[in-house]
């Protein structure tokens, strides 16, 4: 479908960091296809605080479902008659949204409230390939899936270079680790995080362990060793410490996406999630162990013992690590 002279196009995507970020080449693709539209990007808090400054999106708007009634009526004004719609994530929520703005052409997955289905190309696994299907369906399909970068304010890079030069000395180098993600299924083991740690601490490294709010005290705990900074800076600082650091290491996380915005490399340790459509295309050295029964997170039977991350040992991932010492 080719849109003739759109005036405002939404785009309402309330995911997971890593999938928002995987979503930005469409965002891009969009705005360069339609440069005289007005992009909406509808999302959560989180995304708001990842997207801020995205020079493709024309208003930022975020929500959440807990707000009072009269705080979303909001969104509806914002995106009222909209040319169309491009719903990203399956929140029932966001496809009522965009039919009671009264949008003619809802694109998406969800049940009900949609009447159209975005392109599938079948020919690529990479995640960012899937929301790139959105765009094909409005004729503004291209093959520039690089991520956007965060855009850290000036204050905010010079907070996290003044705290990256108060950790460290001159000339040390900094690895980045991410030990959690949003599931316990694709954690590799504390103890051989706490192997890895102890290693670079040999080498004279210094050593961060990035995580969420939540995880402060848990860092704190099962990573003495490590620079605690969970919950110390926002989404965008985040991404200036990892730009800032020579290596990071950690999980299927969002923090893996981000660092492939950055000339940081990256060491991923895939477990029970399928590499080929999660794992970054660039700076990113993937270890994962394939069994019979993996890929098997998102399915109806996921095991409990996690044997294919068990089966990742600390000498694999060094192995990956040495070239950079």
């Known amino acids: 479908m080719q849109l003739k002279h759109p005036k405002k196009i939404c785009i309402m995507h309330r995911a997971s960091i890593g999938d928002m970020l995987l979503a930005t080449p469409t965002y891009r693709a969009v705005k360069l296809r339609y440069p005289d539209s007005k992009l909406i990007v509808v999302t959560s808090y989180a995304g708001y605080e990842m997207l801020y400054g995205n020079p493709y999106i024309d208003e930022l708007v975020a929500y959440q479902k807990e707000e009072p009634i009269w705080q979303q009526v909001r969104i509806l004004k914002i995106i009222w008659q909209s040319d169309v719609a491009l719903i990203m994530d399956i929140h029932h929520r966001n496809a009522v949204y965009a039919f009671l703005a009264g949008i003619p052409h809802r694109i998406g997955w969800g049940e009900g409230f949609i009447n159209q289905k975005p392109e599938c190309l079948e020919d690529h696994h990479y995640e960012a390939w899937y929301y790139m299907g959105y765009a094909a369906a409005i004729d503004a399909y291209s093959d ?182």
């Open 144 to 325: 520039d899936i690089r991520l956007e970068p965060l855009r850290p304010t000036q204050e905010e890079r010079g907070r996290m270079r003044a705290m990256v030069a108060a950790i460290k000395e001159a000339d040390q180098k900094i690895v980045v680790i991410v030990p959690y993600s949003l599931s316990p299924l694709k954690d590799w083991a504390a103890e051989k995080y706490r192997e890895i740690m102890r290693r670079f601490h040999q080498e004279k490294w210094t050593v961060v362990a990035l995580g969420g709010v939540n995880e402060v005290e848990r860092i704190e705990k099962e990573f003495p060793m490590a620079v605690n900074m969970a919950g110390k800076c926002n989404l965008r600082e985040a991404a200036e410490l990892i730009a800032l650091a020579d290596l990071q290491i950690s999980g299927c996380t969002a923090m893996l996406h981000v660092c492939a915005t950055t000339n940081t490399p990256s060491i991923a340790i895939y477990g029970p999630t399928n590499p080929d459509q999660w794992a970054p295309q660039q700076n990113c050295h993937v270890i994962t162990k394939r069994f019979p029964c993996s890929p098997c997170y998102g399915k109806e039977t996921v095991c409990k013992d996690k044997k294919c991350l068990q089966a990742i040992t600390v000498e694999d991932v060094w192995a990956e690590v040495k070239p950079y010492l």
